[in-house]
T-cell receptor, first 115, second 114 residues
Framework: DGGITQSPKYLFRKEGQNVTLSCEQN?????MYWYRQDPGQGLRLIYY???????QKGDIAEGYSVSREKKESFPLTVTSAQKNPTAFYLC??????????????FGDGTRLSIL | KNQVEQSPQSLIILEGKNCTLQ??????????LRWYKQDTGRGPVSLTI?????NTKSNGRYTATLDADTKQSSLHITASQLSDSASYIC?????????????FGKGTTLSVSS
């Protein structure tokens, strides 16, 4: 079955530590996204990538970094500069094919907490 | 400012009953409106997508409506089941290209009890 796999499901970060969240998709989608979800708030875009080796900042990119070396993979690093990293992180992908609007497909998220 | 407002914030209904969730938006330009279902601890799953020219779309027991003039959408759930307990998120897009800003509502939490 095609889909998006995020790992780990739960992650704990110590003060001053960088952590990396994994996102892999086998849907052959060109575009991939990272969102942050906080209780009582709508999803907010961190970074997105439309093609390999290219990515753009979203609305809340400060304290985060990404890479897109392979079409299937879009890892997110939460750096020590992100002072409030506790949240539910969602990775998504979509086709960039012209024509009918296509939905974004989401992974099942990584819940990051501070130790 | 682009905004998506959903109501009610939460809702409790008995199994077998119908319910309607509301979404009002102020997004310009408007391209499409999406409804997603998010189970607790899981990622959102797409239910429907409607463009400007569509005013209703169904997916099983879920029926979404769109009034582009009043900038309102509703999601009607028929004959609710316990598995319908989830958060329902309304999302409005200003374009169809990847990277186009998607404006997410905060969601309506639906609880279906037996």
């Amino acid at each position: 079955d095609g889909g998006i796999t995020q790992s780990p499901k739960y992650l704990f970060r110590k003060e001053g530590q960088n952590v990396t969240l994994s996102c892999e998709q086998n849907l052959n989608h060109d575009a991939m996204y990272w969102y942050r979800q906080d209780p009582g708030q709508g999803l907010r875009l961190i970074y997105y990538s439309q093609i390999v080796n290219d990515f753009q900042k979203g609305d809340i990119a400060e304290g985060y970094s990404v890479s897109r070396e392979k079409k299937e993979s879009f890892p997110l690093t939460v750096t020590s500069a992100q002072k409030n990293p506790t949240a539910f992180y969602l990775c998504a992908s979509s086709t960039t094919r012209q024509g009918a609007v296509q939905p974004q497909h989401f992974g099942d998220g990584t819940r990051l907490s501070i130790l | 400012k682009n905004q998506v407002e959903q109501s009610p914030q939460s809702l409790i209904i008995l199994e077998g009953k119908n319910c309607t969730l509301q979404c009002n938006y102020t997004v310009s330009p408007f391209s499409n409106l999406r409804w997603y279902k998010q189970d607790t601890g899981r990622g959102p799953v797409s239910l429907t997508i409607m463009t400007f020219s569509e005013n209703t779309k169904s997916n099983g027991r879920y029926t979404a409506t769109l009034d582009a003039d009043t900038k309102q959408s509703s999601l009607h759930i028929t004959a609710s089941q316990l598995s319908d307990s989830a958060s329902y998120i309304c999302v409005v897009s200003a374009g169809s290209q990847a990277g186009t800003a998607l404006i997410f509502g905060k969601g309506t939490t639906l609880s279906v009890s037996s």
